[in-house]
């Protein structure tokens, strides 16, 4: 199964990724030498400091002021996830089960997987697709994002439909679940190929100027149920805005949402 070519969504070609940046510190006799690694990951900074550690000093990684791009907490169930891209809201959320595992994160999106499929979260600005126009309510402006999106996915498949919308409220505001199954897919390009049949359920919430949406994809299609199901709904649920977003933790210390 092909993850990436699942995804139906303009946020395919989302921004490129934002990095944290990670300083190596190694202590020789009279100060710091500093290596500087700009990574969405520990991983390449933890084997530089293997190599100065084996040059013949002492060496420890250290996080700068500014924070990583994202980060995840893997937990006894799950995995806990955090986006911290700047000029975007920022979030964290909850995934229980143990199968899913982050693919990717960027700004305008994070894509998480495991072997039935996949679960995007993914923004759409207003001020740049122009879906809806001000002093709209909530529910217009979803209905609004929903028709664009559909005029997005439509040139990718010879058949697409979507489901009638349904309206749901929370603490963090107004959400609009709907779903699309798009068949026989089409080509973008001579070298690319077309896109496996799939089915999307997704939820969307209105955060002006932002669309916020949970896009779950599969291409196991020929099931009648279109969701949500309560895994999807405990995810949801899980969502926390953190409106001064993370700053960079010291040494030994924790995330907790």
Same mark, same amino acid.
């Given at each position: 199964? @092909?993850?990436?070519?699942?995804?139906?969504?303009?946020?395919? *070609?989302?921004?490129? /990724?934002?990095?944290?940046?990670?300083?190596? =510190?190694?202590?020789?006799?009279?100060? $710091?030498?500093? @290596?500087?690694?700009?990574?969405?990951?520990?991983?390449?900074?933890?084997?530089?400091?293997?190599?100065? #550690?084996?040059?013949?000093? /002492?060496?420890? %990684?250290?996080?700068?002021?500014?924070?990583?791009?994202? !980060?995840?907490?893997?937990?006894?169930?799950?995995?806990?996830? %955090? +986006?911290? +891209?700047?000029?975007?809201?920022? =979030?964290?959320?909850?995934?229980?089960?143990?199968?899913?595992?982050?693919?990717? /994160?960027?700004?305008?999106?994070?894509?998480?997987? &495991?072997?039935?499929?996949?679960?995007?979260?993914?923004?759409?600005?207003?001020?740049?697709?122009?879906?809806?126009?001000?002093?709209?309510?909530?529910? *217009? #402006?979803?209905?609004?994002?929903?028709?664009?999106?559909?005029?997005?996915?439509?040139?990718?498949?010879?058949?697409?439909?979507?489901?009638?919308?349904?309206?749901?409220?929370?603490?963090?505001?107004? $959400?609009?679940? $709907?779903?699309?199954?798009?068949?026989?897919?089409?080509? &973008?390009? #001579? @070298? /690319?190929?077309?896109?496996?049949?799939?089915? +999307?359920?997704?939820?969307?919430?209105?955060?002006?100027?932002?669309?916020?949406?949970?896009?779950?994809?599969?291409?196991?299609?020929? %099931? *009648?149920?279109?969701?949500?199901?309560?895994?999807?709904?405990?995810?949801?649920?899980?969502?926390? !805005? +953190?409106?001064?977003?993370?700053?960079?933790?010291?040494?030994?210390?924790? $995330?907790?949402?």
């Amino acid at each position: 199964m @092909g993850t990436r070519a699942m995804m139906g969504s303009r946020s395919v *070609d989302g921004q490129g /990724s934002g990095g944290g940046n990670v300083a190596i =510190y190694c202590k020789v006799d009279d100060g $710091w030498l500093t @290596g500087r690694w700009v990574t969405d990951g520990f991983r390449i900074a933890g084997l530089l400091v293997l190599a100065l #550690a084996a040059a013949g000093c /002492s060496a420890r %990684a250290k996080p700068e002021a500014v924070a990583p791009s994202h !980060f995840v907490q893997i937990r006894e169930q799950g995995m806990g996830y %955090a +986006h911290n +891209h700047g000029a975007r809201p920022c =979030y964290s959320l909850e995934l229980a089960d143990p199968d899913w595992s982050l693919e990717e /994160s960027k700004p305008d999106w994070a894509q998480f997987s &495991r072997l039935d499929g996949v679960l995007r979260v993914y923004f759409v600005d207003n001020r740049d697709v122009g879906f809806a126009v001000g002093g709209m309510e909530p529910e *217009d #402006a979803l209905r609004a994002f929903i028709g664009a999106e559909a005029e997005f996915i439509k040139p990718l498949f010879q058949f697409q439909s979507v489901e009638s919308p349904k309206l749901a409220e929370d603490d963090n505001g107004i $959400w609009m679940q $709907w779903a699309w199954e798009g068949r026989a897919g089409n080509r &973008r390009g #001579a @070298g /690319s190929r077309a896109p496996d049949d799939q089915r +999307h359920v997704v939820a969307s919430l209105w955060m002006d100027p932002w669309v916020l949406s949970f896009d779950w994809a599969t291409t196991e299609v020929e %099931a *009648d149920y279109f969701g949500p199901t309560p895994e999807m709904i405990d995810i949801l649920e899980s969502l926390r !805005f +953190h409106p001064a977003c993370f700053a960079a933790m010291r040494t030994g210390e924790t $995330w907790s949402p």
